[in-house]
């Protein structure tokens, strides 16, 4: 396998660190982009990426033109942009009688808008070098969809389009689109979760258990990994069987 430089949106996350040292763990150069952190968030994450080749870029990764800004910097610094993984995402919950419209345009901004915004100015560096890894991180929600979430379920469901879309497009020229879609996974809030809630919740999923970072991670290695080019086009669900319960 050849050392590729990857990027990780969402990057300083807990989702986003267990890709990022998944993906240094593979050998390669990793860069975290992530909005501006606090000095306490910047450290943690400097902890948890010791030892790795893991570097951390702000970026608003719902700014097209600072995306363009970002990759451009990123391919002067390293060489190219090999594997990108569009993992950032957030929610603004919310029934839809009560939905105003700055929180659809922020979840549809950030967790599609941004596979767009990065993926645009990627995919041509990608094509000149006749190789590149674009997996984009989904969620069960936009298969199943959720109480609550509409705008958050139409993003996620959005990005499956998106990636049989692109795959098409590119699969010719060395570049496989795909994408992951985690079911629950432990994060501070599913652990914030009352007891009673969390114990139906893991009642639901066949495995009998909350996934962890790291399983999302292994699957995105899995993806982004030299011999996995004949996969393009399908989504990988990373949920412990839940799907299967809908």
């Keep these: 396998m050849s050392k590729r430089v990857a990027v990780v949106t969402g990057g300083i996350g ?10 240094a763990g593979a050998g390669h150069t990793v860069i975290a982009a992530d909005l501006p952190a606090d000095d306490a968030r910047r450290a943690s994450f400097a902890d948890a990426t010791a030892g790795l ?8 990764v719902s700014d097209f033109s600072a995306c363009g800004a970002f990759v451009r910097d990123v391919q002067d610094a390293h060489g190219g942009l090999d594997i990108l993984v569009n993992n950032a995402g ?7 009688r009560k939905m105003d419209e700055s929180q659809w345009e922020a979840v549809i901004d950030v967790n599609l808008g941004s596979v767009f915004n990065l993926s645009r100015h990627a995919i041509d ?31 996620k469901a959005g990005l ?5 879309s692109l795959a098409r497009e590119v699969a010719a020229k ?10 629950y996974i432990e994060t501070p809030m599913t652990r914030a979760m009352p007891e009673d809630v969390r114990s139906r919740t893991i009642a639901s999923v066949p495995v009998g258990r909350i996934g962890a970072p790291e399983d999302i991670a292994r699957a995105v290695a899995f993806l982004a990994d030299d011999a996995s080019g004949y996969i393009a086009g399908a989504n990988l669900p990373v949920n412990g069987g839940l799907f299967m319960s809908f």
């Design 125 to 155: 560096g990608m094509q000149a070098r006749g190789f590149g890894r674009v997996i984009n991180i989904s969620s069960v929600s936009g298969q199943t969809g959720n109480f609550g979430q509409t705008n958050y379920a139409a993003a």
């Design 53 to 60: 080749d893991v570097h951390f870029m702000p970026l608003d």
């Design 160 to 164: 499956h389009g998106f990636t049989m």
């Design 174 to 183: 060395g570049i496989t689109v795909n994408s992951v879609s985690p079911g």
């Design 90 to 96: 957030i929610t603004r919950d919310s029934t839809l």
């Design 14 to 23: 807990g989702l986003g660190t267990a890709i990022c040292k998944q993906l």
